[in-house]
Every structure is written in C-alpha cells, then in structure tokens.
T-cell receptor, first 116, second 115 residues
C-alpha cells in the first residue's frame, strides 16, 4: 500500500527567507503523480505544484519548487522569498496513474508559519 | 468561472441522524471527489464520481454514500451519524477523471459537528 510521510508537523520561517518542507512516500508503482497542496486558515485547499514521476526535471511554479528524488522516494517543497501569505498547512499527496481504482493519498501535513 | 461550491458550510447534527452535503463543481467539470479531514486521521479519500458513476471508493463504511446528478452536482450522505464523523468534508472537481492526474480544485468544505 502506498504511504506518504511528512516528518515535520510544524515549521516556521522568517519573511523573505527560504524554507524546505520534506515529504517521503512509499510505493511499488512506477508511474504516479505527486502534489503539494496548501490549506490556509480559510481551509480551502489549493494546488501549489505537481510532479509527474516520469519527468526527471523538477517542477517549479514561481517561488515554489520541488526536489524530486525518485529513487529515494523523496519529494520536498522549497519556498523561496517566503511571504506572510504562505502561512498555511501544506500537504504532500500521491496518486497512482492509470485506469481503475485509484487513491489520493495525503500526508499528515506540515504547518508552516511565516514570521514578520 | 465560479469555483467549487459546497453547502451547507456549517452544520450540527445529533448522533443517529443522517446528513446530506452538496457539492457543485466548476462548470464543465465532470469529476467530483469527496474527502474527510479530521485532526486525528488527516485527509482521507471517500469516493469519486464521474459522469454519474462512482469510479472509486476509499475505506469508509457503507454509512457513507454519494451520488452525482446529470449536471455533475454531487451529494454525499452519511447515515446513523457517530461522534467520530465530526469533520471537515471537502469536495473537489476536475475536468477529467481524477486518476488521469488532472488538477483537482477544492471547495471550502462543509464543517460537520456531531453531538
């Protein structure tokens, strides 16, 4: 069974600094997607970034980038130039590619606080 | 384009009652999936509907059910409520079946408290 582990329950970072959130996963699948979602206090989940496992190039979205290490089954999120609006709960998620049954497996989340 | 709309946003129910939550997806989206979020269990996948058919189901008891209408709106029903059903229920929509890897868009959720 697939599992997703986020080992950092809480983190804080100074405004304008860089922070890295870690995520490891366990799967025997070869083709899958990985995601980082952000859930601010308003509770609405927002997709931050996604990575297809078959792509070697790390995904980037403005200040957000990932370090995807397929062999190590690691998928960390780097937030550069942190802003107060980045304060939120961040979830790492795994999804197997393919037809038939699928599951979105979420990690337990990392609560990030950006300090002024 | 309007986002995913969930109603009601907040509700309180008594143990043993049943509840129905509604989700209106983004216009044109045919996939609707439901998730339960609790402090103890985190985010867990409930089920997904695509074109009125349940495509996938998570590990929840039969008390949790859902359906999707021809306009892609979806409802989730929980019968014989238990205290442990207190949670934030999130709905998400996607233009294609979720296992295609397409981006899913979440609603703001329905807060259910069971007393």
């Amino acid at each position: 069974a697939q599992t997703v582990t986020q080992s950092q329950p809480e983190m804080s970072v100074q405004e304008a600094e860089t922070v890295t959130l870690s995520c490891t996963y366990d799967t025997s699948e070869n083709n899958y997607y990985l995601f980082w979602y952000k859930q601010p206090p308003s509770r609405q989940m927002i997709l931050v970034i996604r990575q297809e496992a078959y792509k070697q190039q790390n995904a980037t979205e403005n200040r957000f980038s990932v370090n995807f290490q397929k062999a190590a089954k690691s998928f960390s999120l780097k937030i550069s130039d942190s802003q107060l609006g980045d304060t939120a709960m961040y979830f790492c998620a795994f999804m197997k590619i393919g037809s038939g049954t699928y599951k979105y497996i979420f990690g337990t989340g990392t609560r990030l606080k950006v300090l002024a | 384009k309007a986002g995913v709309t969930q109603t009601p946003r907040y509700l309180i129910k008594t143990r043993g009652q049943q509840v129905t939550l509604s989700c209106s997806p983004i216009s044109g989206h045919r996939s609707v999936s439901w998730y339960q979020q609790t402090p103890g269990q985190g985010l867990q996948f409930l089920f997904e509907y695509f074109s009125e058919t349940q495509r996938n189901k998570g590990n929840f008891p039969g008390r949790f059910s859902g359906r999707q209408f021809s306009n892609s709106r979806s409802e989730m029903n929980v019968s014989t409520l238990e205290l442990g059903d207190s949670a934030l229920y999130l709905c998400a929509s996607s233009s294609r079946e979720a296992f295609s890897g397409n981006t899913i868009y979440f609603g703001e959720g329905s807060w259910l408290t069971v007393v």
